[in-house]
């Protein structure tokens, strides 16, 4: 968890208190550079919201620029995930002592990083 990324989703404009508790619980799960990977059953156990209300609000997240997904490739093994759209977030800078490449979906691969 990345304090700084928890203050940015706190600050951000959603709409509705819904889709700021799932702004929050992907901020929760992000590491420095706002990527997180939590599985939907983790953010509807952790919100208390329904499944199809959490994609609900991924949906809206998505729309307002404040998420994109993400395909992310960790020790090996392709996850899907998020990238929240924090200003600082610098995804140059790889997470400690971990091999990961980020593929925004529909896009460009991001740079690979090797191991530090």
Request: hydrophobic share 40%; net charge positive; with cysteine.
């Amino acid at each position: 968890m990345s304090g700084e990324v928890v203050g940015w989703a706190m600050k951000q404009v959603t709409g509705s208190p819904a889709a700021k508790l799932v702004l929050a619980k992907l901020a929760d799960n992000s590491n420095e550079q706002g990527i997180c990977w939590p599985s939907i059953e983790l953010i509807v156990e952790h919100t208390e919201l329904g499944q199809s209300t959490v994609y609900k609000h991924l949906a809206a997240l998505e729309g307002l620029k404040l998420i994109r997904p993400v395909e992310i490739i960790f020790d090996g093994v392709l996850k899907k995930g998020f990238q929240l759209s924090v200003p600082s977030a610098d995804i140059s800078i790889p997470p400690r002592g971990k091999q990961k490449v980020v593929i925004p979906l529909g896009g460009k691969s991001a740079p690979r990083h090797g191991k530090t």
